[in-house]
């Protein structure tokens, strides 16, 4: 039931942007994204919920395609603070809520 | 606001011990997490509490783990005895939501296990 996510690395230049894609098997509710730097706990960055309601931070976009029961991350000119592992984390829609984190993106912007 | 808290911080303790960490939400939040984080991989959840309630325990090794949230606030999560695998960041975290459509989640610092 976790979340496949892709690229398992990648590796941008200051000002760079990337994609992060979540994957699941399962028909989803909503998709949430994190992020995590090395030794802290994951922060929220954003919610998409199943019908197109977003909630989230102004600089960070996302898609939510609830067909395919996939999700992607859009990071835009990138900075040296958004390093870190990005987690997707899905809500299953039909079993009570359940939560699982995908398998995480590891991102690393350099100067 | 206050966030969530957790203590301890820190544990080293041997195999076929026990141990148990504990885990205060943020005020009013109905729905409780544990997670379980090994290096170098996501939080494995481990159980999901909503109000006193618990939604899922699939991935919670019922042999040695257990987990309870008195009065829908505080949350214990217990290992007993522990194993050498069970080595890792314990996460708890909590949000508001108390339907379906979860609210974004707020993670306390993490316990840090060490299993000798």
């Known amino acids: 039931q976790q979340p496949v996510q892709s690229p398992q690395a990648v590796i941008l230049r200051e000002g760079e942007d990337a994609v992060i894609n979540c994957s699941s098997s399962?028909?989803?509710?909503?998709v949430h994204w994190y992020r995590q730097k090395h030794g802290e706990a994951p922060i929220f960055l954003m919610i998409?919920?199943?019908?197109?309601e977003q909630k989230g931070h102004d600089k960070i976009s996302a898609s939510f395609n609830e067909k395919k029961q996939q999700s992607s991350l859009y990071l835009t000119a990138s900075q040296l603070s958004y390093s870190g592992t990005y987690f997707c984390g899905t809500e299953s829609a039909y079993t009570g809520n359940q939560f699982y984190f995908g398998t995480g993106t590891s991102l690393t912007v350099i100067p | 606001e206050a966030g969530v808290a957790q203590s301890p911080r820190y544990k080293i303790i041997e195999k076929r011990q026990s141990v148990a960490f504990w885990c205060n939400p943020i005020s009013g939040h109905a729905t409780l997490y544990w997670y379980q984080q090994i290096l170098g991989q996501g939080p494995k959840l481990l159980i999901q509490?909503?109000?006193?309630?618990?939604?899922?325990d699939s991935q919670l090794p019922k042999d040695r783990f257990s987990a309870e949230r008195l009065k829908g606030v505080d949350s214990t999560l217990k290992i007993q005895p522990a194993k050498l695998e069970d080595s890792a960041v314990y996460l708890c975290?909590?949000?508001?939501?108390?339907?379906?459509?979860?609210?974004?989640?707020?993670f306390g610092p993490g316990t840090r296990l060490t299993v000798t």
């Open positions: 975290a909590s949000s508001l939501t108390a339907g379906v459509g979860l609210s974004e989640q707020y």
């Open positions: 399962k028909a989803l509710y909503s």
């Open positions: 509490f909503q109000n006193n309630g618990v939604v899922d």
């Open positions: 998409l919920l199943k019908g197109g």
